[in-house]
């Protein structure tokens, strides 16, 4: 009787790896990032606590001071950076969106033709006057759009924002957002004092404050000092600033989508193409919409303001933790020059708006 040969087992497959839940990513992302936060959270709550042991003082100027502070005098260890990171940005847009549940299209309405006329002169020359002054100075064109947006706009928040457009250099991005700072914080002072000198009275200063301030928390130290006709005129102004993000968003993206097609065509290569207007901007949008139709209880209002400071606040932390001050040697004083003219031009047009609309 013949035997037959077994047939061989067939070989088992090996067996792939596991692939990563998305719970999985969730946790390993958490794990990456909570140094960070804790830190940016650390910051939060002394800014926090600063501001209301100083009236007046801003949270949000007070921790990117100390975020500036801290990256320069103590070494950071490494496992915080992917946490400071992500304060700075998805934080910072976040605070963004919520900002528009504080502003009001009536109350921008309020302001009369010739204040919106005046604001949107503020932005249009500001911007394109020190997209000039920036080429004949030869700063890159990234550079000098994050100073002018910057400058022209809501400081730190549409640095970000055009960051997210035009992906500018890290260092471009930190120097946009410490220049910012730096004539921002010098305003504080100046502005109610040269109003004083000018014989502006309070609603006047107000306007000037809010139309020419860089940041939405430098405009409200200011109007601290200029009392609360001041501070309520200063910061629905500069919240009528805040609104001109979206579309000049809207204009820089349209131009770097046709740069990008325009380098598709030359060289074949079909680059990421960013949208019109960033989510986050629409997010803005649409909180404003809401807020102006009377959809959002004064309670929700009011929580969404404090959230608001404090993701804004641990956003303003980290990226005050970006600036080196040996970069400024680096970056040289051209960047300087233009943030100076900058400020001239927009301190410049906010004030001829101001006396003309009287």
């Not at 302001?111 to 005046?118: D, M, R």
């Not at 000037?208 to 501070?231: D, F, K, N, R």
Request: aromatic residues 4%; hydrophobic residues 60%; proline residues 6%.
């Amino acid at each position: 009787m013949t035997r037959t040969a077994p047939i061989p087992a067939s070989p088992r497959p090996p067996l792939l790896p596991d692939r990563p839940t998305t719970a999985r990513r969730v946790r390993a992302r958490l794990v990456d990032v909570a140094p960070g936060l804790g830190l940016a959270a650390a910051g939060v709550a002394v800014s926090m606590a600063a501001a209301f042991l100083l009236p007046g003082m801003s949270a949000l100027l007070i921790a990117i001071v100390l975020g500036v502070l801290l990256r320069n005098t103590v070494p950071l260890p490494s496992r915080v950076e992917a946490g400071l990171a992500f304060a700075a940005k998805p934080l910072l847009r976040l605070g963004v969106v919520l900002l528009g549940l504080q502003l009001v299209l009536g109350d921008i309405l309020d302001l009369g033709i010739g204040v919106i006329v005046v604001v949107v002169a503020i932005v249009v020359v500001g911007i394109t006057s020190t997209l000039l002054i920036g080429r004949l100075l030869g700063i890159s064109a990234t550079q000098r759009l994050l100073i002018a947006c910057g400058f022209s706009i809501c400081g730190a928040a549409a640095v970000a924002a055009v960051d997210g457009v035009v992906e500018a250099d890290e260092e471009e991005v930190v120097t946009a957002v410490a220049l910012v700072v730096v004539f921002g914080t010098l305003m504080i002072p100046l502005i109610p004092l040269a109003a004083s000198l000018l014989g502006l009275d309070a609603q006047q200063a107000g306007m000037w404050a809010g139309g020419s301030i860089h940041e939405v928390a430098q405009v409200v130290a200011v109007g601290g000092a200029l009392g609360g006709t001041g501070l309520a005129v200063a910061v629905v102004v500069k919240l009528a600033r805040v609104l001109m993000l979206a579309p000049v968003l809207a204009v820089v993206s349209v131009q770097r989508r046709r740069s990008l097609a325009a380098e598709a065509g030359s060289d074949g290569a079909a680059g990421r193409r960013p949208p019109i207007v960033p989510l986050f901007v629409v997010g803005f949008i649409a909180m404003v919409v809401v807020r102006s139709l009377g959809w959002v209880p004064d309670v929700v209002v009011a929580g969404a303001g404090v959230a608001q400071t404090v993701l804004l606040a641990a956003a303003m932390f980290a990226l005050g933790t970006g600036v080196r001050f040996s970069m400024f040697r680096r970056v040289g004083v051209r960047p300087f020059a233009l943030a100076g003219a900058s400020t001239l031009i927009v301190t410049g047009v906010a004030l001829a708006g101001v006396v003309a609309v009287g």
